[in-house]
């Protein structure tokens, strides 16, 4: 048996539409033998995982509150990946953005203004796309893989903030546990809608990214610029697009919007700074991105269903008794049939039955 | 034994795993694959050789269950990269984010049980020697398997016709694909093997480096893999040495933080990650070399005419 792929002569606008849904299907489908596997009801278990938390007011909130940082950052990665620039530190990103948003909580605890919390999320926006410059002035300037400068420099960020709730901005009366002072009210992002649940306006600030990507992506130069120069750097050339100034374009902005959404999640969730702020926000966007087929809207949708699988694994740890490591799994599989669906879009999969054939080899 | 003698074993306890991953993923992108799931195929051979090491009673046992646990886990990228042609990049990242899921869920049980270390073979007579007998002819089975790697890889590439042939096929896939060579399975065999080597590696973490489970034990160091590949400009000997630097820098922060040299853990701890960023550049800021060195096809798909 063989598979051979033959190349569709134009893009398939079915397949399209089809494939992420195809991809769910297919991970339910492997997330119901593996809980087989595991010895559990594979209808109750998805359940558990995947409906229970749609049902009940205050996890939706916790929904809108998990999906806020994975569509901020996804809208942001979509750019510079259609950019063919391969940012994978957000994760390093939302880090830093939320260390230089709580300087004004943490440091400056005396001054109180309503200017604070506006003042905190541009200086988180500022500090991701800073930290985004490293691995854009390296690839720009040095040629470096901006992959690995990108990767690595997460973990710095990580090591970073580590050293500094440990040292410096541990909270005098805290106990000796790794923690920052809490913030005062006045930087606290606020709730949505106070009486129904804690969501809040992280979700908006997503929202409201992505649309406004889809609008520049859309209707705009800059969008075209981006996926000219994306699909072929040549053709971008002689358009007279820089690919140097997109490298920066595409780091500056989805760092930005990685440290947007480091500071909202500090603020709005948290509440302070500790050690581990983040289960992987950043790089799970990275699935987020590509399953939402690197369209803001679409990555809006998936947002939506990588939060769930965060909740889910929560859910299913506490009412079935299975790992909560479960979720990365889930979000392993569930990428890896995006990506093969994909597949679909590009090529026919003819499965060939039989062992001989002439002419290929 | 002196502190030199034993800083040096540490060196090499923890140089080893990085050459041995990275002796596997150069033959895979020597073939055009860029294989960005190294992190996640070691964790997995990490996983698998403790936990065949914990049943069976037998550390060996454990090896060849990591080896077969990498190469394995490489074939679904092997499927999806080279049969689907998905994109390299971000399959790779999917085997890692895949790898860190399925081992941290497997590997729950085996938190904090006491492990089985994979103990040093001792040369007769060899070992003897002063200085260098203790060093290299007490080693463990790992350390002997990354030298012989090291000359297999060697002679592999630039001394056999199949070596030719698969670096034919990763400077030009097109072309080698009109010559007669099979490009898809030359790939599938080099992308195996850069598993198994990546589950070996992982094995030596879980049975030699620290012989235990932990959870995201390999920490970046698949990731340290690759940069590897690109400082050694996907030489084979240039990865053993590129290995034992990122060794060596590693142990030495592990000693300045015991000696306490008035600079935060944190910091010296950031110490690899900062090293492969600085090499990195110092590595690639001349295009024309890098260009010159890299494999042309790495990371393109190949779909054959028909």
Request: some cysteine.
């Amino acid at each position: 048996m063989r598979i051979e792929l033959e190349k569709r002569p134009q893009v398939s606008k079915l397949y399209a539409f089809v494939s992420p849904l195809l991809a769910l299907a297919l991970t339910l489908i492997a997330g119901a033998i593996m809980f087989a596997i595991l010895g559990k009801d594979p209808i109750e278990a998805l359940d558990a995982f995947f409906i229970e938390p749609l049902l009940e007011v205050w996890s939706l909130h916790e929904l809108a509150i998990k999906a806020a940082p994975l569509i901020l950052i996804a809208v942001g990665l979509s750019v510079c990946y259609r950019s063919n620039n391969w940012n994978i530190g957000a994760e390093g990103q939302f880090t830093v953005g939320a260390i230089t948003g709580s300087i004004l909580p943490i440091v400056f605890t005396e001054w109180h203004s309503p200017m604070v919390l506006p003042l905190m999320l541009i200086m988180g926006a500022i500090g991701g796309a800073l930290f985004a410059a490293i691995p854009a002035l390296l690839k720009a300037h040095f040629n470096t893989n901006e992959i690995l400068t990108s990767l690595m420099l997460v973990y710095i960020a990580q090591l970073f903030l580590d050293w500094l709730i440990r040292g410096r901005w541990r909270n005098p009366q805290g106990f000796n546990f790794p923690e920052s002072v809490s913030f005062p009210p006045e930087a606290t992002l606020p709730a949505i809608w106070e009486e129904s649940g804690r969501a809040h306006w992280a979700f908006i600030f997503a929202i409201v990214a992505a649309v406004l990507v889809w609008f520049m992506m859309k209707y705009t130069l800059k969008g075209f610029e981006i996926v000219v120069l994306g699909q072929s750097e040549r053709a971008g050339r002689f358009a007279g697009f820089s690919s140097k100034r997109m490298i920066w374009f595409g780091f500056l902005f989805s760092g930005a919007l990685a440290g947007l959404a480091g500071i909202s999640e500090v603020s709005g969730s948290i509440g302070h700074l500790q050690p581990a702020i983040s289960p992987g926000y950043g790089f799970t966007a990275i699935i987020v991105a590509f399953l939402g087929r690197l369209n803001p809207l679409g990555i809006i949708l998936s947002g939506l269903v990588l939060a769930l699988t965060y909740l889910g694994g929560e859910a299913a740890q506490l009412s079935i008794g299975v790992s909560d490591k479960v979720t990365r799994v889930f979000q392993g599989l569930l990428l890896f049939f995006v990506l093969s669906c994909d597949t679909l879009i590009y090529y026919k999969i003819r499965i060939i039955w039989s062992r001989v054939r002439g002419g290929a080899a | 034994m002196s502190i030199f003698e034993a800083i040096l074993l540490t060196v090499i306890t923890a140089s080893t795993p990085l050459v041995i991953a990275a002796l596997g993923e150069l033959v895979a992108e020597r073939s055009g694959v860029l294989n960005l799931g190294v992190e996640g195929m070691m964790i997995m051979g990490a996983v698998a050789a403790f936990a065949g090491a914990q049943m069976s009673g037998s550390p060996y046992i454990g090896l060849i269950c990591g080896i077969a646990a990498g190469a394995l886990f490489s074939l679904l990228f092997g499927f999806l990269t080279l049969t689907l042609v998905a994109n390299q990049v971000a399959t790779g990242l999917a085997l890692t984010i895949l790898g860190l899921g399925v081992s941290g869920m497997l590997g729950e049980s085996f938190v904090s049980v006491p492990g089985i270390r994979l103990s040093p073979i001792v040369f007769p007579f060899l070992s003897d020697i002063p200085v260098i007998g203790s060093v290299l002819f007490r080693q463990d089975l790992t350390f002997y398997l990354s030298i012989a790697l090291l000359i297999g890889v060697s002679w592999f590439l630039f001394r056999s016709r199949a070596g030719l042939k698969l670096r034919a096929i990763g400077d030009n896939h097109a072309s080698a694909h009109a010559l007669g060579i099979n490009v898809i399975r030359t790939r599938y065999l080099a992308v195996i093997f850069g598993g198994a080597c990546a589950g070996l590696a992982g094995a030596q973490l879980s049975l030699v480096y620290t012989p235990q489970w932990v959870e995201n034990m390999s920490s970046g160091r698949g990731w340290i893999t690759l940069a590897l590949v690109v400082f050694a400009s996907w030489r084979p000997l240039r990865v053993f040495a590129g290995g034992y630097l990122f060794g060596a820098v590693t142990i030495l922060q592990l000693h300045a933080q015991a000696f306490g040299i008035g600079i935060p853990a944190q910091f010296l701890s950031m110490l690899p990650y900062a090293a492969t960023i600085v090499v990195l550049v110092i590595i690639s800021h001349n295009r024309r070399t890098t260009l010159i060195n890299t494999p042309a096809s790495l990371g393109k798909a190949f779909v054959p005419e028909r």
